[in-house]
């Protein structure tokens, strides 16, 4: 069974639901430990949500700066898809390996809502089992969620198709562009603020039309990256 | 001790919702000419000794970890002679 490493720091909070997610999709999911140098033979990495070290100094900044972190963007860097949301979202563009930064929400509250998403790169190993221009329902939640980066970035991310899921209805949190989420220009790394790992299993989801609490919009994430590593 | 102050602040022209907050409550105590109010920090790293390199070693950290140059700008590395001092 494909192995997919979730890191823990102290502040992970979602990470017990990452790990869930990954055995729905079909892996095996491992325990990885922020004080490790060592990510125990996985094939891939999720970075969860959270508050890493109760979101003192900036968002993701001192966990992106942990020792398992230098592993995690090592083996991003050969390839090895890496996923990080919310919390692991804001580590990705501490440690600098996606672009731009996430900054308070305009409105500035904490915000938790149903969030409708348009998937707007399916090429990545996150998001090879969506169709293009998909519109997917996953729980959002965060008090820091704006994104945002300099025109020449804005510029090159839209210009390359770097956008991989965009706010669609509202944009919750006033992110430049109704960025929700990005991916890097080899496509194994991807990061966004809203929690798909929340959206994986009947009865715990977002409500559907079809019935309440039934949404799983987010399993396909987890499960093309586990396609892709089998590729 | 000695210290080596660091001052970050968030970009000008970006949000700050806690000052903007704070703004908020000033204009309701009827002080509304004080028109913007921005909150930043203030790092203080105590060392034994404040030399060039301790200093130098300050200024990388100051970019590298203290701040993030997307959302922050460093105003000021100095130092001081103890924790609090105003700016020599």
Redesign the interface.
């Known amino acids: 069974m494909t192995r997919v490493g979730v890191v823990t720091v102290p502040g992970s909070l979602d990470d017990r639901d990452a790990q869930r997610a990954v055995r729905l999709a079909g892996g095996e999911p491992v325990p990885l430990w922020h004080g490790a140098h060592d990510l125990d033979g996985v094939a891939a990495v999720v970075l969860p949500g959270g508050f890493s070290y109760g979101d003192y ?2 968002c993701g ?1 001192i966990a992106a ?1 942990s020792p398992i972190m230098s592993e995690v963007i090592a083996a991003a860097e050969r390839g090895m898809p890496v996923l990080g949301i919310c919390n692991g979202f804001q580590i990705l ?2 440690a600098h390996l996606l ?3 996430l ?4 409105h ?1 509250a904490f915000l938790c809502r149903d969030q409708v998403l348009r998937v707007e790169n399916t090429s990545t190993a996150w998001t090879s089992l969506y169709e293009p221009g998909q519109h997917i329902t996953v729980p959002l939640k965060n008090g820091e969620g ?1 994104y ?3 025109a020449a970035t804005l510029e090159r991310l839209e210009g390359e198709g770097l956008v991989a899921f965009r706010y669609a209805g509202i944009n919750p949190n ?1 992110s430049a562009n109704d960025i929700a989420g990005l991916t890097n220009p080899a496509g194994n790394i991807v990061g966004l603020m809203p929690h798909p790992e929340h959206a994986t299993e009947p009865g715990f989801g977002p409500d559907t039309d079809a019935a309440m609490r039934s949404g799983t919009d987010g399993l396909a994430l987890f499960r093309s990256a586990l396609e892709r590593v089998l590729a | 001790m000695p210290v080596i102050v660091v001052e970050v602040m ?1 970009k000008a022209e ?2 700050d ?2 000052g ?2 704070v703004a908020g409550a000033l204009a309701k105590q009827g002080r509304a000419h004080f028109s913007q109010v921005r909150i930043g920090k203030r790092f203080e790293l105590t060392v034994d000794e404040v030399t060039e390199a301790t200093l130098d070693e300050a200024r990388e950290l100051a970019d590298d ?2 701040s ?1 140059g ?3 700008d460093v105003l000021r590395i100095y130092s001081a002679a103890a924790p609090l001092d105003p700016p020599a």
Do not use: S
């Not at chain 1, 900054?103 to 305009?106: L, T």
């Open positions: 100094l900036r900044a700066h563009v501490e672009p731009g930064g900054v308070a929400n305009d500035g704006g945002i980066a300099d006033g | 968030p970006l949000l919702p806690a903007k907050a970890l203290l993030n997307v959302i922050e």
